[in-house]
């Protein structure tokens, strides 16, 4: 910093938003319970008071153990699951895609779903997030399954999740802005939500079609 000025750019180190869950950490999905940053319990409403988060993250923890201890003895048990194939050829060459597809994912991100948005660069990432998601889950359906592979699909499903969210999300306020709705909405806040349909039961092709992308 005595030679050139100290380079300053747009950070977020945190989530806002996450996994839904009711005050006990519970999920839409039976059984699946989620506490601290990956839940949105509602307690930080359109934006995330500092230093709340640890705090949070303690309590929802401990009432989901609280609330998942006492169920434990009614759990279904375990469904029954085919065995472990692996007798596809690894293909190393692949993988060159996908670290390509990583790299992509993370450059759509970072151009086209900041903080300043628009509807324009956000179809624009829907696009081309729907076509990385549909190659990476053609091909974790016919290879050997690996940390780096379960790592890219996640990432990418998150991409997509942000991307729908904040398309369906026709107002700005607290932590998202969009240049195309750049008002405050309705005079009662609400959280824009996905639900487990939504998520899991549209592949990216049919949302787009409904989104008109
Ligand atoms: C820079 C920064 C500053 C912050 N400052 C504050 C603050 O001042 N006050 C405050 O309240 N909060 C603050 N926070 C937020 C707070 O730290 C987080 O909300 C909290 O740590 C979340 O806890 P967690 O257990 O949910 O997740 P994490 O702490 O992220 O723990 C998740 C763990 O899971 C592990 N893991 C991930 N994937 C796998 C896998 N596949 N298998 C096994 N393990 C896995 C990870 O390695 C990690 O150890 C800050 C966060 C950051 C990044």
């Not at 747009?10 to 059984?31: F, K, N, Q």
């Not at 759990?75 to 065995?83: E, F, H, L, Q, R």
């Not at 994912?105 to 076509?131: C, E, H, N, P, T």
Request: net charge negative; charged share 25%; glycine share 6%.
């Amino acid at each position: 910093m005595t030679r050139q000025p100290i380079p300053v750019v747009p950070a977020a180190h945190y989530m806002c938003g996450g996994v839904s869950t009711d005050l006990w950490g519970r999920t839409e999905i039976e059984g699946l319970f989620a506490s601290g940053e990956v839940a949105h319990t509602g307690l930080h409403g359109a934006n995330r008071l500092a230093s709340n988060s640890l705090l949070e993250a303690l309590v929802f923890s401990d009432r989901v153990h609280q609330h998942a201890s006492r169920r434990l003895n009614v759990a279904a048990g375990y469904p029954d699951v085919p065995d472990w194939r692996e007798d596809d050829v690894f293909n190393t060459e692949e993988w060159v895609l996908l670290a390509h597809d990583r790299v992509e994912v993370q450059r759509l991100m970072w151009d086209y779903v900041g903080i300043v948005r628009s509807d324009f660069r956000l179809k624009r990432a829907a696009r081309r997030i729907g076509v990385i998601a549909r190659e990476v889950e053609e091909f974790y359906k016919r290879t050997r399954v690996t940390e780096g592979l379960l790592e890219l699909r996640n990432i990418t499903t998150v991409a997509a999740l942000a991307v729908r969210c904040a398309l369906k999300r026709r107002e700005s306020r607290g932590l998202h802005y969009n240049v195309d709705c750049p008002e405050d909405g309705s005079a009662v806040p609400e959280d824009t939500v996905l639900s487990v349909r939504e998520t899991w039961q549209s592949s990216e092709v049919d949302w787009q079609a409904a989104m008109n992308i």
